[in-house]
């Protein structure tokens, strides 16, 4: 039984520790990195049951990213390994703490041959929410094909939909990229934009017009992340800033909006008001940039609640 499904590529990451040129680097340690993981293992810290899918390469690496997620306690019943494609490889290369570059070693990578029928429908069916990036329809025809099919199975069985559009350049034309985007936005329940991604999608500038465009006039739930500012939510009951929580010192800015998704979620699933949702996903967003790496820093339920409370109230 899973309550959220979610589906993308998971790559291995390698991320040295040092800051340098990657060609003055030798030493690579191993993670993994993919957004719907990192979403999936959130809410997994958080107790709930998450299934994830996606197709590897049947190697190694494949293999490392499989019993990685699975460690982490999410659901990988679903994956499917492949022999035509490896599994994809990201490097991380970091100049300075603000310079970051990422490359990707991907393209036709076992993920990005996914199709819609290796989708299995009664495994999604069972599940409450359904949740999508834009990045598995930037990988392929067949990654869009996929996505779109998840959600037409989403909405033939009421799950609701959470949309992150995770807008990556790197991978589309800006053209495609703002077409496919909004298509995506129209059939999702719940959008997670960031603002400079919802003013791509848009082309409006104000964080309300943007929300209250993608909302299509408070049909859809738009939560806007504003970085250190929190975020700002547009619904049809209500239009609000939920302010974010202060960190004492920005480690890792990446993952956060992960974060900020696997709170959504789980709020969600819990039917809470939707500003304790949004509170709750802003103190996540906040306690992952306080730590390197993407995953390390999502909380159990009982830390992000720790993590709320004011100085003074966590005293023994
Ligand atoms: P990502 O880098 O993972 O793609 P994003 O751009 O999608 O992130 P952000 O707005 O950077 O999303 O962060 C998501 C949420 O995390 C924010 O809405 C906020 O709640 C929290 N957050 C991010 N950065 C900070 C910060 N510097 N201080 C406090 N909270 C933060």
New binding site residues.
Partial sequence: QIDVFTLGETMVLFQPDQMAPLDYVSHFPKKIGGAESNVAIGLARLGHQVGWFSQLGDDPFGRYVLKTIRGEGVDVSSCQFTNEAPTGLLFKEQLSPEDLNVYYYRQNSAASLMKPEQLNLEYISQAKVLHVTGITPALSETGYQTVMKAIEIAKEHGLKIVFDPNLRLKLWSKEKAKQVLNEIADQADVILP?LDEGQFMTGLESAQEVAESLSHHGDKTVIM????N??YIHSKDEQAYVE??P?KQ?VD??????G?AAGVISGLLKDEPLQTVVRR??AI??MV?GMKGDIEGLPTLSAVERFMKPDDENRD
């Fill in positions: 960031g992340k504003l970085g250190s929190g975020a974010g929580f960190v920005v800015p990446v993952g956060a909006g992960d900020f996903a802003n967003g906040a940039v």
